[in-house]
């Protein structure tokens, strides 16, 4: 069963455009949710995270939205540019010091 | 910012041999790590958390006694592969979690990756 689902696995986007990954969850005790970015043969790198909390936070071009009631939470990447390009994984963690639950990941790509 | 590093990056071995691969956090202290294997366009799969001082736990379906872990000290991990056969090929990457408490019992840091080739 999966807990953490990320629905699209590609999105396609201008440069200068509004980028918007979403990602949904099935387990309620979740209370903490990441996004990480990925490039081909490297490890995540952390990008913004969100606690239960709060429904926003917001860091430069990344904003990430957390709506409980849906169980679905979404990150903003505006303005999108080409360097952006890359597979992005949500994640979410019940507890603290547990291990992250990963999506399957989405891969963007902005075109200039 | 927390660094995390692999070594290998890369390794290609025989079928029936074993290859370590060490996890280190350089600039801060980590009593958790966690190894994930990735196969291509796959996601990142939990493999085992390894807790310092203590053995690992390991994820349903993952063999202990093939995927070796010793987390020795609050900066570094180490996992095992024994007698390796080419279906153990894939990416594995760890991650550890900064011990210092609020939300770094939460976030993770990965290291860059291993790529395991077993021929």
Not at chain 1, 83 to 108: E, P
Not at chain 2, 82 to 87: F, I, K, R
Request: charged share 20%.
């Amino acid at each position: 069963d999966q807990q953490v689902k990320q629905n699209s696995p590609s999105l396609s986007v201008q440069e200068g455009r509004i980028s918007i990954l979403n990602c949904d969850y099935t387990n309620s005790m979740f209370d903490y949710f990441l996004w990480y970015k990925k490039y081909p043969a490297e490890g995540p790198t952390f990008l913004i995270s969100i606690s239960s909390i709060k429904d926003k936070n917001e860091d430069g071009r990344f904003t990430v939205f957390l709506n409980k009631s849906a169980k679905h939470l979404s990150l903003h990447i505006v303005p999108s540019q080409p360097g952006d390009s890359a597979v992005y994984f949500c994640a979410a963690s019940a507890q603290a010091g547990t291990a992250l639950i990963f999506g399957k990941g989405t891969t963007l790509s902005v075109s200039s | 910012g927390a660094v995390v590093s692999q070594h290998p990056s890369r390794v290609i071995c025989k079928s029936g041999t074993s290859v370590k691969i060490e996890c280190r956090s350089l600039d801060f202290q980590a009593t958790t790590m966690f190894w994930y294997r990735q196969f291509p366009k796959k996601s990142l799969m939990l493999m085992a958390t390894s807790n310092e001082g203590s053995k690992a736990t390991y994820e349903q379906g993952v063999e202990k006694d093939k995927f070796l872990i010793n987390h020795a000290s609050l900066t570094l991990s180490t996992l095992t592969v024994t007698s390796a056969h080419p279906e153990d090929s894939s990416f594995y990457i760890c991650s550890a979690r900064d011990s210092t408490g609020g939300h770094g019992a939460y976030e993770q840091y990965f290291g860059p990756g291993t790529r395991l080739t077993v021929t």
